[in-house]
T-cell receptor
Framework: DGGITQSPKYLFRKEGQNVTLSCEQNLNHDAMYWYRQDPGQGLRLIYYSQIVNDFQKGDIAEGYSVSREKKESFPLTVTSAQKNPTAFYLC????????????FGEGSWLTVV | QQQVKQSPQSLIVQKGGISIINCAYENTAFDYFPWYQQFPGKGPALLIA?????SEKKEGRFTISFNKSAKQFSLHIMDSQPGDSATYFCAASGAAGNKLTFGGGTRVLVKP
């Protein structure tokens, strides 16, 4: 089945540790995105990438890093510099310039303990 | 700067009633306005979307109304059902990266 796979679904991290969230898509989409969602809040853009080996900061990039070495993969690293990392993280993707629809994965819950 | 403002934050409607959610935007470069539905613990799913060249779009029980001059758009859920209970997000995007800017969300509860 085509789709966006995020892993792990649930992750616990100790303060001071970096953690990487995986996002893989087999939709052959060009663009990929990472959003953060806090409980009862809207979605805020962390990073996005329109092509391989290129990515741009979103609205809340501080404390996060990404890479886009392959078209189908866009991992997000939450670093120890992120002051409030506990949140629901959503990966999304979009077809090239001819499509506007952005599709989301099922999300990853990160809790800092 | 909140570029897309959504109201109300929550809404309770009786089964069979109409749910209405409103959004306002500031950036006139936005040219695509989708609505997403999200169930607890799940990723948002596209519900319906509209472009500014039309004033209304209907898909089943869901209708988007769009007012370009007022920079406002709204979602109407007709004949609301308990299965419609979810959080609804409006969003907007323009040419720059086609990244979506989301409203704050509306939690809808449909009572049987």
């Amino acid at each position: 089945d085509g789709g966006i796979t995020q892993s792990p679904k649930y992750l616990f991290r100790k303060e001071g540790q970096n953690v990487t969230l995986s996002c893989e898509q087999n939709l052959n989409h060009d663009a990929m995105y990472w959003y953060r969602q806090d409980p009862g809040q809207g979605l805020r853009l962390i990073y996005y990438s329109q092509i391989v080996n290129d990515f741009q900061k979103g609205d809340i990039a501080e404390g996060y890093s990404v890479s886009r070495e392959k078209k189908e993969s866009f991992p997000l690293t939450v670093t120890s510099a992120q002051k409030n990392p506990t949140a629901f993280y959503l990966c999304a993707s979009r077809r090239g310039s001819s499509g506007n629809t952005i599709y989301f994965g099922e999300g990853s819950w990160l809790t800092v303990v | 700067q909140q570029q897309v403002k959504q109201s109300p934050q929550s809404l309770i409607v009786q089964k069979g009633g109409i749910s209405i959610i409103n959004c306002a935007y500031e950036n006139t470069a936005f040219d695509y306005f989708p609505w997403y539905q999200q169930f607890p613990g799940k990723g948002p799913a596209l519900l319906i979307a509209i472009r500014p060249d039309v004033s209304e779009k209907k898909e089943g029980r869901f209708t988007i109304s769009f007012n370009k001059s007022a920079k406002q758009f709204s979602l109407h859920i007709m004949d609301s059902q308990p299965g419609d209970s979810a959080t609804y997000f409006c969003a907007a995007s323009g040419a720059a990266g086609n990244k979506l800017t989301f409203g704050g969300g509306t939690r809808v509860l449909v009572k049987p």
